[in-house]
């Protein structure tokens, strides 16, 4: 907590304004914080205890600006567990963006694609998760005055789905629901584990985001996401299964990714008070 303090004293040193939203962009997804108002973007690095991501697609900047008038701040990347870092450094930036005051944070993730319908290039609004990376930020967590056991049914808050439901509609948009399962990582998962995790009941496969969500509902903010399926699940397709790909096809659906997320920050502010 001394630490999210010091971090979040620094961020507003630099930007005095409170967000209202929180957005963390996933891998080749960082292109949508340059249509940020008035943004100013801070390097991880000037920011105290931050940990820096080391993944390509994964720039490392906190952006500060508004989507129409709204204000936000938005993670130009993330880092993960498979880097080598702990779990309290995975989830320390969505830590951050509760310190800082937002309300809310829209989640997004490069993910493979599952189900049948879930082709590259495709849209999936996530409403539930399977963390099953073996680790949970709650560990070891206990700030005075807060549960130590956190619920979480709506882990992803239905007004936050609807809001996005309805900002895709507006656009004309597809856009499925379904549930994320989350892996360590960094080795993509074999034909085998892909027929488990459809036995389980997921439709869509990566490496982040189920942490994130945690942390964040222990910190009492409302979460929603949305994956970009940026190709197919292991033994699903003849295609090798490749980083340079996945970061390819998040540039092809960049249009309609970042048209949505606009309207979804618009849509998701119009709920809060």
């Given at each position: 907590m001394a630490r999210l303090a010091e971090a979040a004293a620094e961020v507003r040193r630099q930007h005095a304004e409170v967000p209202k939203i929180g957005v963390i962009l996933g891998s080749g997804l960082g292109g949508w914080a340059a249509?940020?108002?008035?943004?100013?973007?801070?390097?991880?690095?000037?920011?105290?205890?931050?940990?820096?991501?080391?993944?390509?697609?994964?720039?490392?900047?906190?952006?500060?600006?508004?989507?129409?008038?709204?204000?936000?701040?938005?993670?130009?990347?993330?880092?993960?567990?498979?880097?080598?870092?702990?779990?309290?450094?995975?989830?320390?930036?969505?830590?951050?963006?509760?310190?800082?005051?937002?309300?809310?944070?829209?989640?997004?993730?490069?993910?493979?694609?599952?189900?049948?319908?879930?082709?590259?290039?495709?849209?999936?609004?996530?409403?539930?998760?399977?963390?099953?990376?073996?680790?949970?930020?709650?560990?070891?967590?206990?700030?005075?005055?807060?549960?130590?056991?956190?619920?979480?049914?709506?882990?992803?808050?239905?007004?936050?789905?609807?809001?996005?439901?309805?900002?895709?509609?507006?656009?004309?948009?597809?856009?499925?629901?379904?549930?994320?399962?989350?892996?360590?990582?960094?080795s993509y998962e074999t034909p085998a584990e892909i027929r488990m995790l459809r036995t389980l009941g997921a439709d869509a496969v990566g490496m982040s985001t189920a942490l994130e969500t945690i942390a964040l509902r222990e910190r009492g903010v409302l979460v929603g996401a949305v994956s970009c399926i940026t190709n197919a699940a292991a033994g699903l397709s003849a295609a090798a299964l490749d980083h340079t790909d996945v970061q390819a096809t998040a540039a092809r659906a960049r249009d309609r990714f970042e048209a949505l997320l606009d309207a979804w920050v618009l849509e998701a502010a119009a709920l809060l008070p």
């Open positions: 249509r940020l108002g008035g943004a100013s973007a801070l390097p991880y690095a000037s920011i105290p205890h931050m940990p820096a991501p080391s993944v390509a697609g994964h720039p490392g900047e906190l952006c500060l600006g508004r989507v129409g008038t709204t204000p936000v701040a938005c993670l130009r990347g993330r880092v993960h567990a498979y880097e080598g870092h702990e779990v309290e450094r995975v989830v320390f930036g969505a830590r951050l963006l509760a310190a800082l005051g937002c309300r809310a944070v829209l989640l997004t993730n490069a993910a493979g694609g599952i189900r049948a319908d879930l082709s590259p290039g495709s849209l999936m609004l996530i409403t539930d998760h399977l963390n099953l990376s073996g680790k949970n930020p709650l560990v070891a967590w206990a700030p005075e005055g807060h549960p130590a056991f956190i619920d979480m049914t709506q882990a992803y808050d239905a007004g936050l789905l609807a809001a996005a439901r309805k900002a895709a509609h507006g656009l004309g948009l597809a856009l499925p629901d379904g549930v994320y399962a989350a892996l360590l990582g960094p």
